[in-house]
């Protein structure tokens, strides 16, 4: 484990001073009460602004809505799923028991969340330059235009319209557990293409985030399968 965590450093050219963080930052919240949430808030927060900053240096061009909509097609699950993916984290994250059976480790919102709180904890570890800095790094394959901004639709209606184009019933959404006190629950959500046979899981802090996080996880796969 020394050794991955050591190439994941490499991979983010960012030393960790203090390891805990990054070994928090990959704990799932069913594996300890130490778990990485507060860490993906934060660099929920510091993903934004450090890929606002970007998208306002190369679309110099494009208006303030535009920006958003870019924006908001780049920090969504499916693209973070894909760079987690890319620097090896289903390997590095420690999940419970139950998690594991259901392969957790390679949910679409486990995997992106667990993403955002990397960045978190580089932020607390060298500061905003060296969280940019491994933000930068981790866009800097992904090609920066104007269209991304159609691309912005939320999973759920992006699904829908999927399904509705090959003349297919809406998806059914049914939350299958909940986690935490009443005022912080975490809702588990399936989303079922009852046609396909297909179920695909997501969580949120919400039932509508968690809904959105399913329908994400859904269509990544169907993506995959229709390309």
Partial sequence: MADALAALQSKLQHRFQDPKLLARALTHRSFSAEHNERLEFLGDAVLNLAVAALLYEQLASLPEGDLTKVRA???????????????????????????????????????????????????????????????????????????????????????????????????LYRVVGTLGAAHKQTFDVECEVVELGMVERGIGASRRAGEQAAAAAMLMVLKAKWK
């Fill in 73 to 171: 097609s780049l920090v969504r699950q499916e693209p973070l799923h894909q760079i987690a993916l890319g620097l090896g984290l289903p390997a590095l994250l420690r999940v419970g028991e139950g998690e594991a059976r259901t392969n957790g480790r390679n949910r679409p919102s486990i995997l992106a969340d667990a993403l955002e709180a990397v960045v978190g904890a580089v932020y607390l570890d060298g500061g905003y330059p060296a969280a940019e800095a491994v933000v930068r790094r981790l866009f800097q394959d992904v090609e920066l235009k104007p269209s991304l901004a159609v691309a912005a639709k939320d999973p759920k209606t992006e699904l829908q319209e999927l399904l509705q184009g090959r003349k297919m019933n809406l998806p």
